[in-house]
């Protein structure tokens, strides 16, 4: 059965801990984002073949967040823009730190399990998929 998780942040907010957090508190084993608009005043995005994120204050508007939430693990990556319109994204790090709100939308379907283990495709622990009846 799915189930619809509705969610607002307030100001100060750190994005990620908080997602976890709600993931947490909810038991939730298999879920993913939806939708989030929202904004930032600072950032911590790890971007494409970096090992080190990369931090930056300002006011940035949340204009898309993805990715797979489990109490297993949760996987997100992050699109933001400047006030120029120039937009960024990346993996979400921790201290993503909320303006004004973030809404969000978390959906699970409790027929899955999702973990985050090495299958031996790649040297990160990847997205693992189980139907809680096997």
């Known amino acids: 059965m799915r189930k619809t998780h ?12 908080e997602i976890e957090a709600y993931v ?8 993913w984002i939806s939708s989030c608009v929202g904004s930032l005043t600072d950032y911590h995005i ?6 080190q994120g990369e931090r930056h204050a300002g006011h940035f508007e949340i204009v898309s967040l993805t990715g797979t939430v489990s109490v297993n693990g949760c996987h997100l990556h992050i699109s933001i ?3 120029s319109g120039k937009t960024i994204g990346g993996h979400l790090l921790h201290s993503n730190l909320v303006y004004t709100t973030a809404e969000i939308i978390i959906t699970e379907d409790d ?8 299958d031996g495709t790649t040297p990160w622990e990847e997205l693992q998929i189980r139907k809680k009846d096997q």
């Open 24 to 31: 947490i508190a909810n038991n939730i084993q298999g879920g």
């Open 111 to 118: 027929e899955f399990v999702f973990t985050r283990e090495k």
């Open 81 to 83: 823009s400047d006030s």
């Open 6 to 17: 509705p969610i607002r942040l307030r100001p100060s907010a750190d994005l990620k801990k």
């Open 46 to 51: 790890r971007f494409a073949n970096q090992p």
